[in-house]
């Protein structure tokens, strides 16, 4: 397996586009991991099943968000993708999320090639309030039966909202 963060930028983020790799499918409860330090995928635990990931989760390689882990990316696709498998994203916007304290952002993206949509994901708006209410629901509760109140989801941004994040994340990648 590669290191990811060897072989792959983070893409183009101010044309709108990035390179994500994905760690856990839409529809799992693993908890599966990058290790930075090992170059390698690690199941970090298994969820309660009632807390199945309601989209695609994965990372931006070069990128350091707050919490000191890449980037996170929440991948929008009518199919799971499975872990390991990275791919060039269309950015449309971010959920802004705390997690035991630290910001712990979520860059929303789509394939930047989705043929099955016809490419018609261009922001959160077209995705439905629906759907931000179920993704906010997960993870606003998802960690509840171990360690209540502990996860918020504190709002939403849009496209350029999630590049200001993405390059600050860039920055504080090279510094280390």
């Known amino acids: 397996m590669p290191d990811f963060n060897q072989v792959l930028e983070p893409g183009d983020y101010q044309g709108g586009k990035?390179?994500?790799v994905i760690e856990i499918p839409e529809g799992s409860f693993l908890k599966i991991e990058w290790d930075r330090g090992r170059a390698a995928f690690m199941l970090d635990r298994v969820e309660p099943s009632v807390y199945a990931k309601p989209?695609?989760?994965g990372f931006i390689p070069q990128t350091l968000d707050e919490d000191g882990d890449e980037l996170d990316t929440l991948v929008v696709c009518?199919?799971?993708?499975?872990?390991?498998?990275?791919?060039?994203?269309k950015i449309i916007g971010v959920m802004n999320f705390e997690d035991d304290g630290d910001n712990d952002h979520k860059i929303i993206a789509v394939p930047a090639d989705d043929r099955n949509t016809g490419d018609s994901i261009n922001s959160l708006a077209d995705l439905g309030e629906r759907w931000q209410q179920k993704v906010a629901d997960h993870f606003n509760h998802y960690k509840d039966l171990k360690k209540p109140g502990t996860t918020k989801v504190t709002g939403w941004g849009n496209v350029e909202d999630a590049k200001k994040i993405i390059a600050e994340s860039i920055e504080r990648y090279s510094q280390q």
């Open 55 to 57: 989209v695609n989760y």
């Open 78 to 89: 009518d199919e799971p993708i499975p872990t390991g498998v990275w791919l060039e994203a």
């Open 18 to 20: 990035i390179n994500t």
